[in-house]
């Protein structure tokens, strides 16, 4: 079972490369909705989020407020590493276990992790392949501002709270272009598929 990282910076396109290697059956474990997942109601991670920020993070409903807590953790490295520090070794354990439920399901598939933060949370270390999606700063920028609603100066704070570029290219297999056409972006993803799973395996 191959266990490949898809990973890159927000608005980086990294899910469309994931979303095309499902099409080609490979099985997709979402780094965001195990996140989401995880601090559903009930779920112990929302009650420790809960105790380090404070009711006010809370939306009416029980639910996290996203954004509330986004306000809180973003402009502070500090409260963001408090964050992480909750968030990620959970991330990790049920990750793993969802690895382990696709490779019992069928020992011959490709796993694919789409995960935004592996430079800042995992690194190298078990994966069989590690693919970045990549794009200028500038051209993610805009792609917040145009698909997300978000402001120019938002999107540049979220860009300079993740590793950089070259971070990221450092832990790289696989570099995938993502700055031009979604056509050239699903090429380079359909290649990426020939060299994973070669025709006839």
């Not at 499902?22 to 009650?47: F, I, K, N, T």
């Amino acid at each position: 079972m191959p266990l490949i990282a898809v990973t890159g910076g927000i608005a980086s396109g990294k899910s469309t490369i994931s979303r095309r290697l499902a099409e080609h059956g490979a099985v997709v474990v979402d780094a965001d909705r195990v996140v989401r997942d995880l601090q559903q109601p009930g779920e112990p991670v929302l009650a420790a989020i809960v105790e380090a920020f404070g009711d006010d993070v809370l939306a009416e409903d029980g639910s996290l407020d996203r954004a509330a807590l986004g306000a809180l953790v973003f402009s502070d490295p500090d409260r963001l590493a408090a964050l992480n520090a909750i968030v990620h070794p959970a991330v990790r354990a049920e990750t793993a276990r969802r690895f382990r439920a696709a490779l019992d399901a069928d020992p011959d598939a490709v796993v694919v992790y789409d995960v935004p933060l592996l430079a800042e949370a995992r690194g190298t270390g078990e994966w069989d392949h590690v693919v970045v999606a990549h794009a200028p700063a500038e051209t993610r920028v805009a792609r917040m501002v145009s698909e997300r609603g978000m402001s120019a100066e938002d999107a540049r704070a979220r860009i300079a709270n993740q590793a950089s570029d070259d971070e990221r290219r450092a832990l790289a297999d696989t570099v995938v272009d993502t700055s031009g056409t979604i056509d050239e972006t699903l090429a380079q993803a359909d290649a990426l598929w020939r060299r994973l799973r070669p025709a006839g395996s």
